[in-house]
């Protein structure tokens, strides 16, 4: 008599308890019923947290005008803030680092990275190159 258990990959011979045959279910032929039970080992999940985070688009350097843009924005925004002699010297420049920090945002832009994307696609990998291979 010979007995066969088809089983997926997942399933290691070793987690394989006990197999029997049985005579009594009539099911009119000359097979007879077999029950296998298995060890079947759950596999913890990990619940990642998906991070985005937001950092300046340094790619942008690469057209002329957001350079200048760039070199002229902050000097721009430091004329703009008012800084009171009542202010602490803390608070000062906390104005004078938020004023340059919306400065480099407004010229540069923000990007997110960190992001778990369905389309897993290449930064390189453009259009223009699609048509050429």
Same mark, same amino acid.
């Given at each position: 008599?010979? &007995?066969?258990?088809?089983?997926?990959?997942?399933i #290691?011979?070793?987690?394989?308890?006990?197999?029997?045959?049985?005579?009594?279910?009539?099911?009119?032929?000359? #097979?007879?019923?077999?029950?296998?039970?298995?060890r079947?080992?759950?596999?913890?999940?990990?619940?990642?947290?998906?991070?985005?985070?937001?950092?300046?688009?340094?790619?942008?350097?690469?057209d002329?005008?957001?350079?200048?843009?760039?070199?002229?924005?902050?000097?721009?925004?430091?004329?703009?803030?008012?800084l009171?002699?009542? &202010?602490?010297?803390?608070?000062?420049?906390?104005?004078?680092?938020?004023?340059?920090?919306?400065?480099?945002?407004?010229?540069?832009?923000?990007?997110?990275?960190?992001?778990n994307?369905?389309?897993?696609?290449?930064?390189?990998?453009?259009?223009?190159i699609?048509?050429?291979?």
């Amino acid at each position: 008599m010979i &007995d066969y258990i088809i089983t997926n990959r997942s399933i #290691h011979p070793s987690q394989n308890l006990d197999v029997r045959t049985f005579r009594t279910p009539d099911i009119r032929s000359d #097979h007879r019923m077999v029950i296998a039970k298995f060890r079947v080992l759950a596999q913890l999940t990990q619940n990642r947290t998906l991070r985005s985070i937001s950092k300046f688009n340094v790619e942008a350097f690469q057209d002329e005008s957001t350079k200048y843009l760039y070199a002229n924005r902050p000097s721009e925004k430091l004329k703009n803030i008012t800084l009171t002699p009542t &202010d602490t010297t803390e608070l000062q420049w906390e104005k004078i680092q938020d004023c340059k920090g919306k400065a480099v945002e407004e010229s540069l832009g923000m990007r997110t990275v960190g992001t778990n994307v369905s389309k897993k696609s290449t930064p390189w990998f453009t259009p223009e190159i699609k048509e050429l291979t």
